[in-house]
Structure formats: C-alpha cells, structure tokens
C-alpha cells in the first residue's frame, strides 16, 4: 500500500499533483510519500509488538538524510556497512544503540568509529574480521560487542546477484564453523558475544526462506547456551520483498505471524533490517519524455532519466512500473524505455507496452524508492537528480539537483601539468 495514486487521471504523491513537483524542481526528480514511510516504520513496529525488538532500517536502501529523520523520529534504528552509512545514521539522530553494522571489509578506521560511538554490535563476517575488531578494541581499551553473521545455506529463492545466504556467497561464517568459531570468540579479551545475525538475499517473496533459515539458526542458538554461551539478540536480516509488477511478498504481519511463535521463551531481542519494503514503495521517479525514435527494428522511447539515476533495470533485469502521470486516450505502443547514456545496457524497460508519449510529457517510474537514489552516480558527467519529499499538502526538496561545478568538486590539476 503506497500514496501514489490518479486522481482524474492525474498522478499524485499523497495530495500534491505529481505534475506541480515536476514544475517546481524538474525532471529527472526522485518523490517520496511522507505517509507510507510511515505507514511502513509503523506496519513493521506492530507486526513485533509485545515482543522485545529493533528495527533497524538498512540504510543502504536509502540514505537521504530526510528520510533518515523522519525513521529516527519514528523510533527506528539501522543497519549499516560502512563509515559513512554510520555518519549518516548518527547525524540523523539515530541513537548509537540502535545501530548494527554488518558488511565483509570493515576497515581499521570503521571499527574504531563505531566502537567509538558504542554501537549495538557488529554483525562480524570472517574470522579475520573478528581478529581485527579484537585488535582495535584492545587499542581503545574497550570490548567491542559482536554477533556473528552466519550463513545458513539457505536458498532465498530471488535474483543470484541479490541473494546472500547460500555457500558459495561471500557473506557470513558457514554454519557448520559456527560453534568452533563461537568458542574462539568468546575467549577473546576484547570481544564480547552479544547475538547472532543472519541475512539471506533481498526481495524474498516467500516467507519459508525466513522460517527455514530462523529454524537453523534457532537449533545453534540452543547449542551456543548449552556451552554457557549467552546470546542477548538475534538479528534475522532484512529481505522482504515487495510488489513491482505482480508478486505478492508477504506482509510484516505474516513475517511476525510466523516466526514469533518460534521465539517464545527465547529470551531474547529481535533485530529485524528491512529496507526495501520499507522505501521501495514509497517513491518514484519522475522522468521526462525526450524523443520517440523509430529504430529499424523497434521503437526507443527516450527519456531524461538513465541507468545513473535508476541502474537496477541495467544490472538486475529488474521490472519497474512505469505510468504516464498525465493520462491519455492515445493509443499503446511497444517500446524500450531508455535513457541517454552511452551504453545499450542503458534502459528502463525493454519491450514495455505503454500509452503513446508525446515529447515533453512526463512519466513516472513506480517503486524506486529502494537501491535507486542510493545507487546512482554520475556516469556520463550527469548531475544526480533531485529527491523531494512530500507530506499529505506539503512539499520539499530533500536533496537539491546537483550541478555541473559538483561534478568537478574535489577534482584538481597538479603542478605538473
Ligand atoms: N541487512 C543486510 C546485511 C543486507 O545486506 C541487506 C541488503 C539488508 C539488510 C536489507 O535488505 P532488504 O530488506 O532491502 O531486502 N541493490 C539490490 C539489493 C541489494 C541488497 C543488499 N543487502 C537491489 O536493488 O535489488
């Protein structure tokens, strides 16, 4: 459930024709929905009520900081694997308590920053890993709490570039090295075990991955107590997927449904990091029509969005809806939607049947919210869109569109030349 939707056939973010946004700050512009931000905090801090739990927002799904804000007012924590996902966390006002971090190549400076500012634990991915954040607590004269990620073999069932819980991935400490590194762990001076942690891929339609994976999880967990191990969180990932064309994911209601049972008498605390189903739907990106290039053998719709500002068609296949936000009684076309960068891997859509476009018009990519701002760059020189946020009448920019004196910010020509 998202507020995106046609009224009269005019596209509007919540009550803000979609059109007036365009006008405002141009195209190609970025548009999230304050209320189904909200509504999606919301959705995943009752499917847990009653239970103890944090849910902390993986802020590489999107790190504006606005947005940032608004969960960290809402009450949320997150789930960060680098430097500066912590820095972003933290000015947003996130309490460092909330805070995990996870990722295969922390580096030195990382680990001392978040030990610095006492985050909840780091979700550790090596053995190495582990010797390193040992080393630099010791530095600091502190303990450093850690959960180990554990990789459970489980198959999430979802695109092989997004799933992360099989042998083969990089991430995690495979299962049957767990109690054994555990007991290394433990033993250390500057290392103290506070939780477990597992994340098996992204865009999870089905909710067995999750219970078969816990499952696992659940029976070292048992194990780890029985050797005087104690065991304060158990972090279950992120994962859940959402709608794009036709999936149906399940709802947090479902997850909670299925996997609270489970944890009764556990004693522990939940930690849960949701991103996409969190932001996905709850933004879009706004692009304009350029040209309608008939090729010899099909049809190119340009547009002034590209593979920069949204790259998951590019390198996942991904599906994004795409709507004309002005509705006409023109006929369909078939056409590659595609963007202006060098590249035939540049496009948004391949053979998408769409209402005919005339030059100038707008149209609206659905559900960019997640992996889309936060993986553009500036492939070809093109200044990164512009991000505005949008609250039921209200509207603001939350990030500014970027210029071309930006692209050059930080550059310098030596002496030499
Ligand atoms: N926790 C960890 C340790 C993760 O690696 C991820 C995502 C999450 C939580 C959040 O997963 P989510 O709830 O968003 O599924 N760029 C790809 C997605 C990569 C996901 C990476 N890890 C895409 O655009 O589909």
Do not use: W
């Not at 960290?72 to 500066?84: N, Q, Y």
């Not at 190549?105 to 040992?134: P, Y």
């Not at 522990?268 to 739907?281: K, Q």
């Amino acid at each position: 459930m998202n507020h995106f939707h046609f009224i009269k056939g005019r596209l509007y973010a919540e009550e803000v024709a979609v059109t007036t946004i365009a006008e405002t700050f141009g195209t190609p512009v970025y548009i999230y929905s304050h209320a189904t931000l909200t509504r999606h905090i919301k959705a995943y801090e009752r499917a847990f009520t009653g239970f103890p739990h944090v849910i902390c927002f993986a802020v590489k799904a999107n790190s504006n900081a606005a947005i940032l804000k608004l969960f960290s007012s809402l009450g949320a924590g997150a789930d960060v694997v680098s430097g500066g996902e912590l820095f972003r966390a933290l000015k947003a006002g996130i309490k460092a308590d909330r805070i995990v971090y996870a990722g295969v190549g922390k580096t030195s400076e990382e680990i001392a920053l978040a030990i610095k500012h006492r985050i909840l634990m780091f979700n550790v991915e090596s053995m190495e890993e582990l010797q390193e954040i040992d080393r630099v607590a010791a530095g600091m004269k502190t303990k450093a709490p850690i959960a180990l990620r554990i990789n459970p073999d489980i198959d999430p069932q979802t695109h092989p570039y997004i799933s992360t819980g099989l042998k083969k991935h990089k991430f995690g400490i495979p299962i049957e090295k767990a109690i054994e590194c555990y007991r290394i762990a433990s033993a250390m001076k500057n290392i103290k075990v506070v939780g477990i942690h597992k994340h098996i891929g992204s865009q999870l339609t089905k909710i067995s991955p999750f219970v078969d994976s816990l499952k696992r999880i659940l029976a070292l967990l048992r194990e780890l107590r029985s050797l005087g191990i104690d065991i304060k969180y158990l972090d279950i990932g992120g994962g859940v997927g959402i709608t794009y064309n036709d999936e149906r994911p399940p709802h947090p209601s479902e997850l909670g449904k299925n996997i609270l049972p489970l944890l009764k008498n556990s004693g522990i605390t939940l930690v849960i990091e949701p991103g996409r189903s969190i932001v996905g739907n709850a933004g879009i990106l706004v692009t304009k029509a350029l040209y309608l290039k008939q090729g010899s053998d099909k049809k190119f719709l340009i547009v002034d969005a590209a593979m920069n500002d949204l790259i998951r068609p590019s390198i996942y296949g991904a599906y994004h809806r795409i709507e004309p936000v002005v509705k006409t009684k023109r006929g369909k076309i078939l056409s590659d939607i595609v963007g202006p960068i060098c590249e035939s891997g540049d496009f948004l859509a391949k053979d998408r049947e769409i209402t005919q476009v005339k030059q100038g018009e707008l149209l609206a990519i659905m559900s960019a919210g997640a992996y889309g701002f936060s993986m553009a760059s500036n492939y070809n020189s093109r200044p990164k869109p512009a991000e505005v946020m949008v609250k039921g009448k209200d509207f603001a920019l939350i990030r500014k569109r970027e210029t071309y004196l930006d692209l050059i910010r930080g550059e310098s020509i030596p002496d030499f030349l």
